[in-house]
């Protein structure tokens, strides 16, 4: 079989796309060939039938010549024998590729158009493209907010045998894993922080995550300073999975605020790492509330002494950790991603 990929970055280190080079490794396990179009390429570790066609970003090309190389690329690739063409995230691409996919109708392709998204909010670019794809993947019902007979929930793809519980957790330390902005309600983290130190609490929070939007980044400065939560609390940049798995076996709980309501793989990857998550975020209701691990969004001061007692009471981390992991195994693991996409 034949697959052609589309996504924005293939790069092993990329901190926000670095997990996608594994889907791909995964995919090319169940397809004799797998050819990737993306925006550029870093370091890749791929099999031999896997090949990288790159529009040109890094070197310099204008948007026009990508966009023509966009086309030279797929109009080679994707033809009779492609059995599968999946569109990674950007809504964009999906609409560029209309030509194809109404081609492929009128010739009798047997190609099947795939688009993967996350999302809690999808915007009029995002529908018109959900047009032009035969059937949407996507990690919960949240994650693609549209109710339409092409959306399939098939969990996350989460890399178990990376994201493990090495039995580290000893010292008080809270994560929160994400891009730094507005949407992903850090400030609210730095509300529970200022609560813990003001109730002498042991403890230090990682904020960890690209610098996404600098008047976004320096209010939380300004929080920091103003709440005197230094030394406890550290701005981290965005990291790699390989040093983010080293923060996750050094942690003791994660702490969710994120607008979105749709799957954040973070959350995942903590519990698979033996993390206790923290959330108000609506795709994780349903198994995180009978451990008392998910709280409305207002609910500060819930989620505060929740935090409390997690940080004073070992046991019912070890009891907790274990299922929670179970859960990640069970129904997003990375090594079931492609049956359960291409079936």
């Not at 996404?212 to 980044?217: H, V």
């Given at each position: 079989?034949?697959?052609?990929?589309?996504?924005q970055?293939?790069?092993?280190?990329d901190p926000?796309?670095?997990?996608?080079?594994?889907w791909i490794k995964?995919?090319a396990?169940?397809?004799?060939?797998?050819d990737v179009?993306?925006?550029s390429?870093?370091?890749?570790n791929l099999?031999?039938?896997?090949?990288?066609h790159?529009l040109g970003k890094a070197a310099?090309?204008?948007k026009?010549?990508?966009?023509?190389?966009?086309?030279?690329?797929?109009?080679?690739?994707v033809?009779n024998?492609t059995d599968?063409?999946?569109?990674?995230m950007?809504?964009i691409?999906?609409?560029l590729?209309?030509p194809?996919?109404?081609?492929?109708?009128?010739k009798?392709h047997?190609t099947?158009?795939?688009?993967?998204?996350?999302?809690?909010h999808?915007?009029l670019?995002?529908?018109?493209?959900?047009?032009?794809?035969?059937?949407?993947?996507?990690?919960?019902k949240?994650?693609?907010p549209?109710?339409?007979s092409?959306k399939?929930?098939?969990?996350?793809?989460i890399d178990?045998?990376l994201?493990?519980?090495?039995?580290?957790h000893?010292?008080p330390v809270i994560l929160?894993?994400g891009r730094k902005m507005?949407?992903k309600r850090?400030?609210k983290t730095?509300?529970?922080?200022s609560?813990l130190?003001?109730?002498g609490e042991n403890?230090?929070?990682?904020?960890?995550?690209?610098d996404s939007?600098?008047e976004?980044l320096?209010?939380l400065?300004n929080?920091?300073?103003e709440?005197?939560?230094?030394?406890e609390?550290?701005?981290?940049?965005?990291?790699t999975q390989?040093d983010?798995?080293?923060?996750?076996s050094?942690?003791q709980l994660?702490?969710n605020m994120?607008?979105?309501?749709?799957?954040?793989?973070?959350?995942?990857?903590?519990?698979?790492?033996?993390?206790i998550?923290v959330t108000?975020t609506?795709?994780?209701?349903?198994i995180?509330?009978?451990y008392?691990?998910?709280?409305?969004k207002d609910?500060?001061?819930g989620?505060s002494?929740?935090?409390?007692?997690?940080?004073?009471?070992p046991t019912?981390?070890?009891t907790?950790?274990?299922k929670?992991?179970d859960i990640?195994?069970?129904?997003?693991?990375?090594?079931t991603i492609?049956?359960?996409?291409?079936?």
């Amino acid at each position: 079989m034949k697959l052609v990929i589309w996504t924005q970055v293939v790069d092993k280190h990329d901190p926000l796309l670095g997990f996608f080079h594994d889907w791909i490794k995964t995919f090319a396990k169940k397809f004799e060939r797998v050819d990737v179009i993306c925006f550029s390429s870093g370091e890749i570790n791929l099999p031999d039938n896997v090949k990288i066609h790159t529009l040109g970003k890094a070197a310099g090309f204008s948007k026009f010549r990508q966009l023509i190389n966009f086309y030279k690329h797929f109009a080679r690739l994707v033809n009779n024998d492609t059995d599968y063409v999946l569109f990674h995230m950007g809504a964009i691409m999906n609409i560029l590729a209309v030509p194809f996919y109404f081609s492929k109708k009128i010739k009798r392709h047997r190609t099947t158009y795939l688009w993967w998204k996350t999302h809690g909010h999808i915007n009029l670019v995002g529908r018109l493209a959900l047009l032009f794809v035969d059937r949407i993947y996507t990690a919960s019902k949240e994650s693609f907010p549209i109710k339409t007979s092409k959306k399939k929930v098939v969990g996350h793809a989460i890399d178990t045998d990376l994201f493990v519980d090495k039995n580290e957790h000893s010292e008080p330390v809270i994560l929160v894993v994400g891009r730094k902005m507005s949407r992903k309600r850090i400030e609210k983290t730095l509300t529970i922080a200022s609560n813990l130190k003001l109730t002498g609490e042991n403890f230090s929070m990682k904020i960890i995550g690209p610098d996404s939007d600098s008047e976004y980044l320096n209010k939380l400065k300004n929080i920091i300073s103003e709440q005197t939560l230094e030394p406890e609390v550290l701005l981290l940049p965005a990291m790699t999975q390989i040093d983010l798995n080293e923060e996750y076996s050094k942690a003791q709980l994660l702490l969710n605020m994120s607008d979105t309501d749709s799957v954040d793989k973070v959350v995942l990857e903590a519990m698979a790492s033996g993390v206790i998550p923290v959330t108000c975020t609506n795709a994780f209701a349903d198994i995180l509330s009978s451990y008392k691990l998910f709280f409305s969004k207002d609910d500060i001061d819930g989620m505060s002494n929740r935090v409390k007692e997690l940080l004073h009471n070992p046991t019912e981390r070890s009891t907790i950790k274990g299922k929670l992991r179970d859960i990640v195994v069970d129904k997003h693991s990375l090594a079931t991603i492609s049956n359960r996409i291409f079936n």
